[in-house]
């Protein structure tokens, strides 16, 4: 297993977290705004949302965004109307990063081909987008076969001790994969029990994932190549995966 810590400091901008056409205040004045797409390049590494917009010429982007395209987690607490950024990074307020929990492999051999919170040279990236956190393994290049579990599947299985309730994220195939042509799905169980399969994809494609995991004491993280005859690898991974 691999793990690198990132560390990112982003200043010039005002931030928001307001998503309307307009901004309302004082009850009566409103002011025009452009949302638009903006690039945000942070050490180096290109972040993009589609809740910014300019007002006056000015960025303005949601804080949980920035912060999180900075590498630091970003809480809210209503009762006291503070926004913290910064802290132990596997805490975002209630949540908590599905990456910063130990992991096992129970059939794919090869561990070492599995990364946290980014490739050893590059980033987590589908469809262009950048994700901050999450799980990826970099070696599914044989179709999936219970017979043969041991050099065909490849699972993360995580304990939870039925201490959580849901599952987010993105489930992908990497940008950068080799293969650019044959076809993953994502599979998750809970106790044994199927949970969630995803939509076939191939290299840069993903899926928002919402999976109900209350009471599940053991995940199970599967990436299952089912369509292809090309050997080369494709890059699959959980992009910004949090536990509630």
């Known amino acids: 297993m691999k793990k690198k810590s990132k560390l990112g400091f982003l200043s010039g901008f005002l931030l928001g977290s307001i998503f309307f056409s307009s901004l309302t205040y004082a009850a009566t004045q409103s002011i025009p705004v452009d949302f638009k797409p903006i690039k945000f390049m942070v050490d180096g590494k290109l972040r993009e949302t589609n809740d910014a917009f300019l007002y006056k010429g000015v960025p303005y982007a949601p804080v949980a965004f920035v912060g999180a395209a900075a590498g630091k987690s970003v809480a809210w607490n209503a009762n006291a109307s503070t926004v913290t950024i ?33 490739w050893d040279k590059g980033v987590f990236s589908a469809g262009g987008t950048v994700y901050d956190h999450g799980l990826g393994y970099s070696d599914v290049d044989k179709i999936a076969n219970d017979k043969y579990s041991s050099t065909t599947r490849q699972v993360f299985k995580i304990e939870l001790n039925g201490k959580y309730k849901e599952l987010s994220g993105v489930v992908a195939a990497d940008d ?52 292809g005859k090309d050997s080369k690898q494709i890059y699959a991974f959980i992009g910004n995966a949090l536990l509630r």
Do not use: C, H
């Open 176 to 227: 950068n994969s080799p293969n650019k042509t044959d076809l993953i799905i994502w599979r998750i169980k809970g106790d044994g029990k199927v949970l969630f399969d995803s939509q076939r994809m191939k290299a840069g494609q993903s899926q928002l994932i919402n999976v109900n995991v209350a009471g599940v004491k053991a995940l199970e993280l599967e990436i299952r190549k089912v369509e």
């Open 86 to 118: 910064g802290g132990p990074t596997e805490a975002v307020g209630s949540e908590t990063r599905l990456s910063s929990l130990k992991y096992s492999m129970p059939y794919g051999y090869m561990t070492t081909k599995s990364y946290v919170d980014n």
